[in-house]
């Protein structure tokens, strides 16, 4: 598999209309299939007592433990049984309009390509590794599964409101950079944090960053960073929570209301939020 840039402005040569293309599992080679085994071997031994319940038993149940690049066709067959969602290959990142109509629909795109051997702490974009361990174990979870769907299917009406951006954040800060209390703890289930071997550590161990009780308005809110550790991790006491949160909200009004309001800088703590720790932001203040 190539390793150019993969953020693309128009379907390539062999793509359908909606992105997809073929996976060619075959076409994959044993040093990429290594790669994939070298990431998930170092992220196995550290999510434990670190990950979700659900992220966990997702990893389980469909499978992702039996080595290489999993092919997601058989990928797919498990995820369906479960909750209905699919995997489909596209060649990088897609545009806003093709992303939402795909998880409305219960298909979760996935990057057809891997890093390369030098590039395991950090890539830009997201490869296979990222977008199929990193998230698809949570849509195995039947609740998390339909918060997926309900947020592809409010993508469209954000994009109609001029409230793109503040979507975004949702997604960012509970997909990408969740966080969840479980017995008391705090887990991690963001695909950002689980697919990251630093990130793992830093979003639960570190004295740096804030982490917030999750809040829609305020979420949405909020500014956020995407080339390093986050200033910010916001908690949800619930999947459940997160799920009302999403499809019992008038978004319209919410939108209105928040368009009129400045944004929240990142790292910043304003009246009312639930602070579960108050960072130091000293790793962030570090890197200025």
Do not use: H, L, M
């Given at each position: 598999m190539s390793n150019e840039t993969h953020v693309l402005d128009r379907p390539p040569e062999g793509a359908a209309a909606d992105w997809t293309i073929p996976q060619n599992w075959d076409a994959f080679t044993a040093e990429e299939h290594g790669v994939w085994d070298t990431l998930f071997e170092r992220q196995i031994k550290l999510l434990p007592g670190r990950a979700s319940k659900a992220y966990l038993h997702g990893l389980e149940l469909l499978k992702l433990s039996d080595g290489g690049i999993p092919n997601f066709e058989e990928l797919s067959e498990r995820l369906m049984k479960l909750t209905g969602w699919q995997v489909v290959a596209v060649p990088g990142l897609v545009p806003d309009d093709v992303f939402f109509d795909h998880m409305a629909n219960r298909?979760?795109?996935a990057g057809n390509f891997i890093r390369r051997p030098d590039q395991l702490d950090y890539l830009q974009e997201p490869d296979v590794f990222h977008d199929v361990f990193g998230h698809v174990p949570m849509l195995a979870d039947p609740v998390f599964a339909d918060y997926m769907e309900a947020y592809g299917r409010g993508g469209g009406r954000a994009m109609e409101l001029g409230a793109l951006k503040q979507l975004s954040r949702l997604y960012w800060y509970t997909v990408e950079f969740g966080l969840i209390e479980e017995a008391g703890d705090l887990r991690i289930y963001g695909s950002g944090i689980v697919s990251s071997s630093a990130e793992s550590r830093f979003a639960l161990e570190s004295d740096s960053p804030n982490r917030i009780g999750f809040d829609l308005k305020r979420v949405m809110r909020t500014e956020y960073r995407i080339d390093d550790f986050q200033q910010n991790y916001f908690v949800i006491p619930s999947f459940e929570t997160l799920l009302r949160a999403t499809v019992e909200t008038d978004f319209a009004p919410l939108y209105a209301e928040i368009l009129a309001q400045p944004d929240i800088p990142i790292a910043?703590?304003?009246?009312?939020?639930?602070?579960?720790?108050?960072?130091?932001?000293?790793?962030?203040?570090?890197?200025?």
């Open positions: 298909r979760f795109v910043e703590i304003v009246a009312g939020d639930r602070v579960i720790t108050q960072g130091t932001q000293e790793y962030a203040n570090s890197k200025a």
